[in-house]
């Protein structure tokens, strides 16, 4: 056991009153069925964002060997997977099984406005979530034919690079802010005019050749949970697609927006 490990801050620190309250709900978990509820136990530790195993034994109460044990059987079944440095996050399976069982909000309301954005712009259209240090696809559209940025849903991508890595990070607190960008092929400025202007821009910054637009989607408290795209080769979009194609991604993201905020307030 590492003091690097043991000792690590998590990036969000909880009050003590935070820390007890998550104490009395894990205590409180009796299904009658332990393993199911040692593994929530990891999974509502990791819903506070990435942990390392010592981290996670702190956060579960579990023994060392139980924690591991357990969030490597999540990994295998993508439930759990690791970021670039090797923390524990939530995986993409949860996206997977909210858009099967349709009952997340975003993506009920995602696919009609991401086929209008392709049928607009001619471009694949994504929504992103951010999970740790990487971000998920959870939405996707894509061209029928002809050259295109294919990304499935499910797609773990990097958030140090491309317009969505923009989005989801440059409305975070300093702290997450700072530390996104300590790897980032973009700088504070440009996060400081992506917050400006409400949009973010990327060419040939995730992948050479590929260039694509983001606008920020918000929840009823308006924070931005996920970040709405278009992607395609640089050829055909150009060199500054903002200036043609922000005004269409904005209003996408602007219109799930208040679709979320209706339906928060059962409207």
């Known amino acids: 056991m590492t003091a690097t490990e043991t000792?690590?801050?998590?990036?969000?620190?909880?009050?003590?009153?935070q820390a007890d309250a998550a104490e009395t709900r894990n205590a409180q978990i009796h299904s009658g069925v332990g393993v199911l509820d040692k593994t929530v136990k990891i999974l509502d530790a990791l819903e506070s964002g990435p942990s390392t195993l010592g981290q996670l034994v702190a956060a579960t109460g579990l023994a060392r060997p139980t924690a591991h044990r357990l969030a490597i059987a999540l990994e295998r079944h993508r439930f759990v997977l690791r970021d670039q440095h090797g923390r524990f996050v939530l995986g993409s399976r949860f996206a997977e099984l909210a858009a099967a069982a349709g009952e997340d909000r975003l993506l009920t309301a995602a696919g009609p406005i991401l086929q209008t954005l392709l049928d607009r712009t001619g471009e694949s259209a994504q929504i992103y979530r951010r999970q740790g240090d990487q971000r998920v696809c959870i939405a996707a559209v894509e061209r029928a034919s002809g050259l295109r940025d294919s990304i499935p849903v499910g797609a773990m991508l990097s958030m140090e690079a491309g317009s969505a890595a923009?989005?989801?990070?440059?409305?975070?607190?300093?702290?997450?802010?700072?530390?996104?960008?300590?790897?980032?092929?973009?700088?504070?400025?440009?996060?400081?005019?992506?917050?400006?202007?409400?949009?973010?821009?990327?060419?040939?910054?995730?992948?050479?050749?590929?260039?694509?637009?983001?606008?920020?989607?918000?929840?009823?408290?308006?924070?931005?949970?996920?970040?709405?795209?278009?992607?395609?080769?640089?050829g055909r979009m150009g060199t500054a697609p903002g200036r043609r194609y922000a005004p269409l991604v904005m209003a996408a993201g602007r219109y799930l927006t208040d679709a979320l905020i209706k339906a928060s307030s059962g409207r």
């Open 7 to 17: 000792d690590t801050p998590r990036g969000n620190f909880e009050s003590d009153s």
């Open 166 to 234: 923009q989005i989801l990070l440059a409305w975070e607190d300093s702290d997450r802010l700072h530390q996104g960008l300590r790897q980032a092929k973009f700088n504070a400025a440009k996060l400081a005019q992506v917050r400006k202007r409400g949009w973010a821009e990327s060419v040939n910054e995730r992948e050479e050749g590929v260039c694509s637009i983001s606008a920020p989607i918000r929840n009823a408290s308006g924070q931005v949970i996920a970040a709405i795209s278009i992607s395609g080769p640089s």
